[in-house]
Structures are given as C-alpha cells and as structure tokens.
C-alpha cells in the first residue's frame, strides 16, 4: 500500500480538543470505531516550539562518533543493534537510511540526517517529561480506560526533508505487546503533517483484527515472529494530515504506516506510547528498562 492524496472519501474525521483532555462520547464512539482519533489544537504552538528548541539542544550536544545506528523498518538492522536495545532506558540517536554517502561519511549535517531521538525522552529530560505529564494527557488515559497508564517510550521523530524514510505498515502491539493488549500511542505533529510530507496513514477499523506479528528479544539479538498471517484489511489507507499541535490517539493493533518525506518541508513529530500497569508486559518485548522503573502521570 501506498500513500493516498485525501479525497471526500477518504479524509480522516477531526475533532476539536478538548479543554481538560477528557473524550466525549462522540470521541470515543470514532475511537472505538476507527481506531484512531485526531484532536486539533490540543498542545499549544508554544509548547510545540519548545520541544523543538530542546530536540536541536539534544542535537546540537549529540557526538555522532558516539554511534552510527540507522534505524530503517525495511530491514531493522537496527535491532541488533546494542546501543539501540539499550535504548529503553535512555536518550538515544538514530540517523536516517541514505543519511551516509558511500565513503560512510555524513551527507548532511548530523541536524539533517538524525531519523529520532529515542526513547526515554519523557523520563530523562526535564523538557519531555513536563510536556508529557500535563494533565490532560492522563486525562486523555483515562477516557480511553487505562486503569493505571505507564509512559513506556517517546521519541522525537524528524523525518527530514527529501531523506525521511517511509514507515512500513506494523502494530504497535507487535513492538510493545502486554497480555491483556493495552499499547496505545499519543502522536503529536509538531510540524503540519501533509501527504506532501509523510503524514500518518492508517487502515480505519483495523484494530478489530488479530495481531500479526511480534518483535521480541532473543538474548543479545530480536527476532520478528508471525502469529497470524491474515492480510491486511483490503481497503485504501486514510491519509492522517494533522496540523501541528494536533495530537493523533492510535490503538496499539491499528495497522498504520507513513510515507517518504521526498519535499523540501521537515516533518518532525513527537510520540509517547503508553501501556496499562494492569496489563503483564511481556518480558521478551524488545524495550527493557532493567535500571529506569516506568512511571506513569506523576
């Protein structure tokens, strides 16, 4: 599948965002229904800027001597990789695929070739942790009914202009699997996310299905298993444009993915995946944090 420019048919549904962060009913009946729910307006601009400010801060403090992990879903080399499977518990940086030229040398600026910064922003930095934790958040956690919500990895996600990779279509739950499913991710556009430049696309109504994959640890290595090898739902994907501020509630078995961002316009996005204390994590789930217990709102 591939990404489709917005039409009548296929234009996602927005809701204003609420004041407190509580859904209404006609929120979480689309929730429910589609799987996703896109919230307008529900960060400030403001504070949008300033996890930007503090991502180029991060950046700008970031010796890429210090690793040259490329994180790419076509072939998640990535993932046996050490720096990345310690990441859980850590601030961390991945460049794009096509972020070295052949001589293995930087082809742009470390600024214009970082893919994200994963994946204990919310924990570890003052600036994360504080956009995270704002009461409307939990507030948002509750109404979707996570009896006892955990923030379990963020990332600030760049995709950089004409080099931003796409994302394949997945679950989150074959990344962050508990048993009851409880993963759920928070997606906030900092930038306008356009098809132009590699918005969300998702498969309405696909969360229904079964859970086809999970990544789990093997020793010092992961492997991707398949548990169900239904297809996914033959339908056009939706293309999830968002201005920035918006916020993009995804369910954790929602098929979803993102396109290549090809302009000239970044696309930068910052993500908080949450799950349910009550729910058991599985211990062979890739993201450990033997040195950094989860927290949830407080």
Not at 251 to 274: C, E, F, I, M, V
Request: proline share 8%; net charge neutral.
């Amino acid at each position: 599948m591939s990404a489709a420019a917005p039409t009548a048919m296929n234009r996602a549904q927005h809701f204003a965002a609420p004041a407190d962060g509580r859904l209404s009913p006609a929120m979480q009946a689309a929730y429910a229904k589609d799987g996703f729910l896109i919230l307008d307006d529900f960060v400030s601009r403001e504070d949008c800027a300033g996890l930007r400010r503090r991502a180029v801060e991060l950046v700008a403090a970031f010796d890429p001597a210090e690793s040259r992990t490329v994180f790419s879903t076509a072939d998640q080399s990535h993932a046996r990789d050490r720096y990345f499977l310690e990441s859980g518990g850590a601030i961390r940086f991945f460049f794009e695929d096509g972020a070295f030229g052949p001589d293995g040398r930087l082809i742009a600026d470390k600024a214009l070739a970082l893919n994200k910064i994963g994946h204990a922003l919310h924990d570890l930095d003052p600036v994360f942790d504080r956009l995270s934790r704002q009461p409307c958040f939990a507030a948002l956690a509750a109404s979707i009914g996570l009896r006892q919500p955990l923030l379990l990895q963020s990332m600030y996600i760049f995709k950089q202009p004409r080099i931003g990779g796409a994302v394949d279509w997945h679950q989150d739950a074959s990344f962050l699997y508990t048993s009851p499913p409880s993963a759920t991710g928070l997606w906030l556009a900092i930038d306008d996310a356009t098809v132009e430049n590699g918005c969300l696309q998702a498969l309405p109504g696909g969360h229904r299905g079964p859970l086809r994959q999970r990544f789990r640890r093997n020793g010092p290595d992961t492997r991707m298993t398949t548990l169900d090898a239904t297809p996914w739902p033959n339908m056009p994907p939706v293309p999830l444009e968002a201005a920035s501020g918006s916020l993009i509630l995804l369910h954790g078995l929602l098929p979803h993915a993102s396109g290549a961002n090809r302009s000239a316009r970044p696309r930068h996005a910052y993500t908080l995946h949450l799950i349910d204390g009550a729910a058991d994590y599985a211990a062979d789930n890739w993201l450990q944090r033997p040195d950094l217990p989860l927290r949830g709102f407080r």
